[in-house]
């Protein structure tokens, strides 16, 4: 699957894309029930093939109650129905069982107790399920990051390394390069595991197919929506929305997956009048750390403003891009946080990402310079990276 086998995707879907994420190992668990129950008959007395089947069904349905494996909801209420009916007649077609007369005493309390298990089960169910219902779980992603790669993907990246190593963020961050194996289950993500979707807001963010669909999903599901608006956003109105902004989307891979243009519609009216925290088009360390406590606090309103005093001016290692191409300095801070691991000899030694508006380091001697479209055109870039030969540095 992580390596796009259609082949292999068309061969063996259907032993696992009935299942909800992360329970496609279920399959298995049917496959050795089924392989139990057809090794009972070789047992010789009756009264232990009895109770072999007993033991294999319970323990079905014990596991559809816990795991709730099904992709539908209600296929596992049907799953529970169906195994309840075949312990019911698998007890009542025990009394007709040909057995030796030091069996029949075995099975018939067999048979009570499995009939008073069953009995007592229903109710139980129904107490469990109320008080799930009722009880506020956590789910599994803490935040989704929905974004669009082109326009953020750099910074998509640099936002889940702060979250993971932020102390007050305890769950995982969903982020589609790390945790999606197929795109038939990213809707499922969004619907059951999520509790923050966290939408990127970009330029174009509101024109992609799957986005627009993370967004429905979420809406529908009751999922909080957390928009965060980076350089060139612009939030969508009624009017634009009257207008037809939506010029030449393409809904045909949405409407595969249940969602209509009404449901877009509906969705993007409320994105339309939800606030936004904005932040600043030259993001650094500290602003992206004030994000993330924004975010770990449940503060989802607000302005991140940009920090103009120098943050480190003793490091001998410095990172240099366009800092006002927003992907671009992004990209520089995902290198630092690689890179910070392999150098840990002194306080000097850790890489610091230089802004356009800070004065530069003078005992740097390493240089990573990121070249990006239109850099050039930057007189404070240029500027930078004739400081950069002036020092001498090795430069990659």
Known sequence: MRRSDA??????GFLFFRFRPHMHWYILAIMARSLFMGFVPVVPRASAQIYLLQVSLLASFGAV?????????SLNLLDM?????MLVFLNMASFMALVADQDVQVIGWLCICMTMF????????FITSAVKRFRVQARRYMFFLCHHKDEAGAFARWLKIEMVAFDRISRDIFLDSDNLDSLDQLLNFVAIDTENL??????SVYTR???IGEMVTAHKNGVNIVVIGLPKYESLTVEALELGSLAGFDAEKLNENGISMDAILETLQVMSEKAAIQVAPAMCSIAMDRLVGMLARGQFTG????EHKDLFVETKFVLVANSWDFEANACAHV???LIIPHLYESVSDIPHVVRLDESFPRSVDKAVVIFTIGCFEQLDFMKRLIMVHDSGSSVV
Not at 7 to 12: A, C, V
Not at 65 to 73: H, L, N, S, T, Y
Not at 81 to 85: M, N, R, S, T, Y
């Open 335 to 337: 290198l630092r946080s």
């Open 209 to 211: 197919p799957w986005c």
């Open 198 to 203: 966290v939408v990127l807001g970009t330029s």
């Open 65 to 73: 109650i816990q795991f709730k494996p099904w992709r539908i909801a």
């Open 81 to 85: 129905a169906f195994v309840a009916v």
């Open 118 to 125: 069953v009995v007592l089960l229903v109710p139980f169910m």
């Open 303 to 306: 302005a991140i403003d940009h």
């Open 7 to 12: 082949d292999f995707l068309r061969s063996f």
